[in-house]
């Protein structure tokens, strides 16, 4: 399929590249054009645009790190939105508020294109490998016909519905979920520790028996080995999304009292200077906070 | 082995049951006499007294609501500190402090006899099946002498050193961590049902993507079809054990705040009046914060 | 003076009354229009925009709900700030952001207009009683220049130095102690009542020993009578402020945890239907939750 | 009037001296003897034992430090239970527990003595001053009695009824309350510092406004100063009274999030080794965690 990518981060770029491999003809833009060019090697095109990426295209896919990128490349100088043709869809996959994506949605429609939010789950070791997991919500149509696409780079497709901000919203609760993981985590680890006892063995038995999932045993070893360097997901991208789901739960006036806590963590975490590590460094206030 | 069972509540009926299905030679008590005589068709002797249960056991295994009703048998009248014979192993399962299972290891030791805390992780869904997965701390050598019946009570037991006490922590802090996923659980379903959206389908995409596990998809499916009765754990027996959890974390000063944030929870549900129900109606408290 | 007041909500209107009561020459604008006639008895002359309202006055006092009502009257259409003359003063009394009083002072800067942030401290009785407390910020020579204006409608006045955002930050942080006060004081009396004793005598205990001062006073009162309405200041207001000293807090990564509790108990009032009464039914919820 | 007084700490020193000052008969016991004697040029009689304190005399006061420290005088070796005359009274003024308050009450009646509890608001200072606030809550013949003692210590004394443990919940109430002040004003204070705005120009503000009260001025200075040494009452006190209110809310399943979030500050200031200094060094818990 003919397809244009414009965002080529971490994520970005390992998506845009198993796209590649698939086969798919791919016309890449990002604003620092060396990660573009990087992608040279396994065919793709570099526009100079993100309208110029998307002027022949059937689809875009964007993967970009907040609201402002996704504005920039949609409403702003050389956009998407008018360039790209009738009929043609764009993907979102980038985690953005609730209220953008309904904008989108909205500004599509009234340029007779398609907007389908499609943001994953997966770290960027998950994107290389293609096992992505993807949430997909937009017009069955345009859905189904970004099919090959999505089994491209991820290990699942969820097709959601047609309302696209759902999407965005199961994203945004399923990072709140994985923040709630990471801090009950750190709260135990740091109750083990103090008693002297052996978290490893602790970690094993919690994901040996009631919690066998990756999620415990990933974020579990980042945080028995306190290896939060390299991120894999930096820490204010963290507190991105927590602020995005608590903006959500602000409109529907729903508390969300351990968002607003691990709210409170990324913020002093910041603080305490660990901007630059993975998110899940935000156990590191929790530690500390132990004395440990 | 000819053993003793003290305390057949919902967990330690079922798994006395096993032990008795696996051929073991098993005295039991039970202060409300009846259950102790429920399960004299599988083979059990009813005793009339904790002492008198274990008088002539190799191993007396109690499973009991808390630690006052652990200190009565043990150390109350007819008790079984007295009766039990030298060598012979106390198997605690319950789910008790760490004060108290200390203060265990150091009565059973000082009458020469052996202590081994083995609390357990399932529901009496699990007890039944002989699902069960065990957390066995103590002496090698006793805990080497308990694995037949370990065996025949769970799927996996977990061997975690010499110091009792870590595996009531282990087990405190698994329980805490089972509360804050359903907590974390409640927020986000609250929030995508104040949007309209289908927590199911949400509870679907988590659970076959992240969180692939039996407590997200279990816990997951009782909040939202909010069946909370009959409970598979009383409510009043959560917030026991959130303050055992609780007062472990502030015997080592650390700070616990998700585990203080459900804690707060479990006493507004009991306020609210959901003390009869199972301990996942804690989520109550936060459904209807948000209106629901 | 010759002043000009935009912002005739139940303070806006007060102040106002007191300008004219204290001899000044006060333009009035409104949006709805019968707010601003009712102080033609006064003296007022009613404006057609603000602009209008501004044009030949001195001094310029806006009293508006929140930042986007101050953009609308500064910004917008029929706007002050080209109307304004130079060397002219706005004094924005309005509780809005940081970040919007930051934008305001520049724009004014580039007009060669003043710009001074004086947000008061009281509710619409105080205001009447031109009982206000005045936090002034701004460059020295504007900021003496209306110090008439402030002794009218105030007890006090503090002017606490050139930077305007100070007294934004002040007023932010002000209001963020009152709900802190609130909120305490809400779960100190939930406690009493549920021990069946006497919430007024602690009320009483507690004002005429470590806390007699107004604030705890007059909501204590109002709390113990569950006096929640008519409202003195609208419990979405409340929420309003707390996201701005919020929005605040994140800008400098500071955590407020007190400030985050109390605004996931706003939402909570919000969703509970408490959205019509006085900010302080916030402690509604906290009673709710402990079964009263 | 014939008075002993049990526990001669830094508050019940003061007390003790005003009282002979006041010209009563004061025989005194401390444990660590040099402090019984400290008192002896003013006049007071030391005695070895509680018991023996108390034989004679008309009322003995208790100021002890905690729970353990009131059942040791009361109900251990050389004891005062057994020692007083029948319709004498013990005033306890100790920061005790609402559950000992009550046992303390049934105790003192089956000996057909007298329990009123007299806890005290104020610090060392207002101690040595005289200037103590007394809630007392007994029968009403005996309070009557005292009233004098209570003059002789405090500025005022609050009479709130015939039943004892009200005084003991008032207080620890009370002392919340505090807390929630000294938390409240460390958010803000980090935020104003955060922003480069001067902490101290923000308190005058607040206590020349709206927060005219003794508590908020000393308070608000030891936190600007971060003078938290030496102490005028012991972190790990402030941690028990936290803990006793929190015990109370509890048995009555009142959720106080402020108390619980407070609680875990002491236990964070604990465990960063701030445990010698004074309870409101919990403020630096939250200074750290905005990297200040």
């Known amino acids: 399929m003919k397809v244009a990518f414009v965002g080529l981060g971490q994520m970005g770029s390992a998506i845009a590249a198993n796209l590649l491999k698939a086969g798919h003809n791919v016309t890449v833009y990002n604003r620092t054009r060396s990660r573009a060019e990087a992608l040279q090697s396994l065919g793709a095109v570099v526009a100079n645009t993100p309208g110029e990426a998307v002027s022949e295209t059937e689809v875009v896919l964007t993967m970009l790190a907040d609201d402002r990128a996704v504005e920039a490349v949609v409403f702003g100088k050389g956009n998407i939105l008018d360039s790209l043709g009738a009929e043609a869809i764009h993907v979102s996959m980038s985690t953005i508020s609730v209220a953008l994506s309904g904008r989108l949605a909205l500004a599509h429609q009234e340029k007779k294109q398609h ?5 994953v789950f997966g770290r960027p070791d998950s994107a290389a490998a293609a096992k992505l997991f993807v949430v997909a919500a937009g017009k069955s149509e345009p859905v189904a016909r970004c099919r090959d696409l999505f089994n491209a780079i991820g290990q699942k497709t969820f097709e959601i519905g047609e309302e696209p901000i759902a999407a965005n919203l199961f994203k945004l609760s399923g990072n709140f979920l994985i923040t709630s993981v990471i801090e009950s985590l750190a709260e135990s680890f740091a109750l083990v520790r103090k008693f002297g006892f052996d978290q490893d063995k602790f970690l094993e038995v919690m994901t040996e028996s009631l919690f066998t999932t990756p999620v415990y045993k990933n974020y579990g ?4 080995k306190e290896k939060f360097d390299p991120p894999g997901f930096k820490l204010p991208l963290g507190l991105k999304d927590n602020r995005l789901v608590l ?4 409109e529907k006036a729903v508390p969300m009292p351990i968002a607003t806590l691990v709210g409170n963590n990324f913020l002093a975490a910041i603080a305490q200077g660990f901007g630059e590590s993975d ?11 132990a004395g440990l």
Chains 1, 2, 3, 4 share one sequence.
């Open 279 to 289: 998110w899940s460094a935000v156990a590191r206030v929790t530690f500390r906070n």
């Open 221 to 224: 070893t980042i945080l028995t």
């Open 247 to 250: 903006a959500a739960a602000e």
């Open 115 to 119: 907007y389908v939010a499609a943001p």
